[in-house]
């Protein structure tokens, strides 16, 4: 267990050692070209050493509830399952049965370790699948994104959840292997069947015109019948506990115009790609087009209390869907460019975290 660092300090230092990175990212974005065997070394050598690290740095963090919150709820559980508790959730019992598990021949440190290496494996997996000697690129701005940390000591199981999803889709044509591992993922947390369902859905119907026209139209659905979308979900039964009771508060968080933009951002990318560099690529157009599902699907409910959750089942793909064409198609300076959208992808978060929030 790591527990000579502060735990007041503990994402601060995340925050900004992820920033240095960014930074010497940038910098050699900057005077080397993206094939040149120094950057190639770099980034490699790099990537390896922060996948390690974050697995054994987020994975052997003390228990606290008050610095990563559900934390203490899951080493609680674990307490409770060790001493010969039976399970206590009828939903999402996969999960609960897997700590079971883990609690017999394990300590509460090494399941979380696990976990953590379970939410960040597929990250560094699905950035190799789809990018190859490239891949570091497409796992830093995954790390950099404004969830990121958040599902790695909070919504543990949501973000191994969506991890698991992006493990199979990091098999591409091995469609068993994806299958098998969309399954698994709905069985940790059943809200990832919106972004399965989604998925399978491009795969019978792929064209980006259609998809993105249901995400505009979405927004103006919302404004005027945002109740009624919300009161719909919620009797469908859609979400779990937890996020049915978000969409049936009588609270609401207004319309988040500013969770708007930021989801825009990844949408406003694959447009300029696809229709004005003509980017035809059908493994993109399959993630694009399921980020719009989902996004579209947050966007009719965005004035639910917290509704941040349901961004995230759009939010934790955002990363891939923005620099995947920065890194497969032709662009002048391409290096550079990648830099930069890192860069300011990182900057948002690093914004959000100290100053919007802060």
């Known amino acids: 267990m790591i527990d000579f660092v502060p735990l007041e300090y503990y994402y601060p230092i995340f925050m ?34 922060m996948l390690v690290f974050l697995i054994f740095y987020i994975g052997l963090r003390p228990v606290s509830g008050r610095y990563f919150v559900d934390m203490r709820t899951y080493a609680t ?18 999960f609960h049965y897997f700590m079971k598990f883990s609690s017999q021949i394990m300590s509460v440190h090494s399941f979380f370790l ?18 190859h000697k490239y891949w570091f690129y497409s796992f830093l701005l995954l790390v950099v994104s404004l969830s990121f940390w958040t599902y790695g000591v909070n919504g543990i199981r949501n973000g191994m959840a969506t991890s698991l999803f992006l493990m199979a889709i990091s098999f591409k044509d091995r469609k068993l292997w994806t299958f098998a591992f969309f399954i698994l993922a ?14 399978l859905l491009t795969l019978f119907y792929n064209d980006p015109k259609s998809y993105l026209k249901f995400w505009l139209v979405a927004i ?9 979308w919300t009161s719909l979900f919620t009797a469908l039964g859609f979400a779990d506990d937890r996020l049915g009771a978000y969409l049936s508060s009588q609270e609401n968080s207004g319309f988040r115009f500013d969770f708007l933009i930021y989801s825009a951002s990844a949408v406003v990318t694959g447009w300029y790609f696809i229709y004005k560099k003509g980017f035809k690529d059908l493994t993109y157009y399959h993630l694009y087009n399921t980020y719009l599902i989902t996004n579209a699907f947050w966007i009719l409910v965005i004035r639910a209390n917290f509704s941040n959750r349901f961004a995230y089942l759009s939010w934790f ?23 930069r959208v890192i860069f300011c992808y990182a900057a948002f978060t690093y914004f959000m975290t100290y100053v919007y929030y802060g």
């Open 16 to 49: 900004n050692g992820t920033l240095i990175i960014v930074l010497f990212t940038l910098l050699h974005t900057a005077v080397l070209k993206i094939n040149d065997p120094r950057n190639i070394s770099f980034i490699n050598v790099i990537g390896f050493l």
């Open 77 to 94: 559980h674990f307490e409770h399952y060790r001493t010969g508790g039976e399970v206590i959730s009828k939903k999402d019992v996969f």
């Open 114 to 131: 696990i976990c953590a290496t379970v939410y960040l494996y597929p990250m560094y997996r699905v950035s190799k699948a789809f990018f």
């Open 186 to 199: 709905s069985l940790f947390h059943r809200t990832l069947l919106l972004p399965i369902g989604a998925y």
């Open 220 to 228: 103006p659905l919302s404004i005027v019948l945002g109740g009624f």
């Open 317 to 339: 793909m955002m990363a891939v869907v923005i620099i995947y064409p920065f890194l497969m198609s032709s662009i002048q300076r391409q290096n550079l460019k990648i830099g």
